[in-house]
């Protein structure tokens, strides 16, 4: 797995001499990697198919999401909160609880949901799926993209 190895493969590269940025997939969207490396993830790109919460979320969502979870919103928790966001709505849309009538209803359809308009098109495909990119600032993965 290489989101295991990517503080240590920072490391390394730190190590030999490597000044390149390192952009790592995510996998590597860990609060591991900074941990583990020690200081030489700062600098560091790793993409994501998930915002940061606080960069599309509210502070009220926040709050009420942190009383439910008694924590802050991580990682997934927008894509989460989205994806039931859009079940909802393919339910609603098709009257039923049936998984391919739903499926059907979600054809074509635009929801908004936190991580912004979700399109799919006629065979239920996202059509445009966004790839977030952050970056370590601070031993704290940063939004920087888009």
């Known amino acids: 797995g290489y989101e295991i190895e990517a503080p240590y493969l920072r490391v390394a590269l730190a190590q030999a001499g ?6 790592a997939s995510d996998g590597a969207f860990l609060s591991a990697t900074i941990d583990e490396a020690g200081g030489a993830a700062e600098g560091m790109y790793v993409s994501a198919f998930a915002p940061s919460p606080q ?6 969502w926040i709050k009420e999401y942190q009383a439910v979870d008694f924590r802050n919103p991580d990682t997934y ?8 966001m859009v079940l909802a709505e393919g339910v609603k849309n098709a009257n039923s609880l049936d998984a391919g009538k739903i ?6 359809a635009t929801v908004d949901t936190l991580a912004g308009a979700l399109t799919y098109d006629a065979q239920g495909d996202l059509t ?14 940063v939004q920087v993209s888009p």
């Open 18 to 23: 490597v000044t390149a940025p390192m952009l």
């Open 103 to 108: 499926a059907n209803a979600l054809h074509g």
């Open 55 to 60: 960069s599309v979320a509210d502070s009220q």
């Open 128 to 141: 445009d799926p966004t790839v977030y990119v952050f970056q370590v600032k601070d031993n704290a993965f």
């Open 77 to 84: 928790s927008i894509n989460g909160y989205s994806a039931l």
